[in-house]
């Protein structure tokens, strides 16, 4: 059986590669690592610790579907719909997040029969939905 070690990167297309980079950097404190591309296409690769995202802007890609922005929505999607980012303090994190802006679409509550676990979602800046979860 092959050896699998842990997800390496999350690809998400974008419409702005500059503008997304901006804001994860700004807002999540991602770094940017590098830049690359090919006719039609730019692409990023920023990382914060293991979690890395690979930002694509494509010229031909279609808009976000509005069905996939709206929390109670996005779940009757097939496909993946968001993905988590696990902080040590929930409540801080939301609570600074907004001070800075950032829209929570839903606020912390824990995740049912999960021993404590908590979770929150935020949408980035393209209405991207991205989960907050604390461990219990």
């Keep these: 059986m092959t050896t699998l ?28 690592l590098y830049t690359f591309g ?19 802007q494509n010229d031909e890609a279609a808009p976000m579907a509005e069905n996939r922005r709206r929390a109670e929505t996005n779940l009757k999607i097939g496909g993946i719909n968001h993905f988590a980012i696990e902080v040590p303090d929930l409540d ?10 950032v829209e929570v679409v839903s606020p912390p509550r824990e ?14 800046n393209e209405q991207m939905l991205v989960e907050l979860y604390q461990p219990a």
């Design 92 to 101: 801080a994190t939301v609570a600074a997040l907004e001070t800075k802006g």
């Design 5 to 32: 070690s842990g997800i390496h990167h999350v690809g998400i297309v974008v419409e702005s590669v500059e503008a997304s980079t901006a804001w994860y950097v700004e807002h999540l404190g991602f770094e940017r």
């Design 38 to 56: 090919w006719p039609g296409v730019q692409a990023a690769f920023i990382g914060r610790g293991a979690l890395k995202l690979e930002l694509f």
């Design 111 to 124: 995740v049912p029969n999960s021993g404590g676990s908590r979770f929150a979602f935020i949408h980035d």
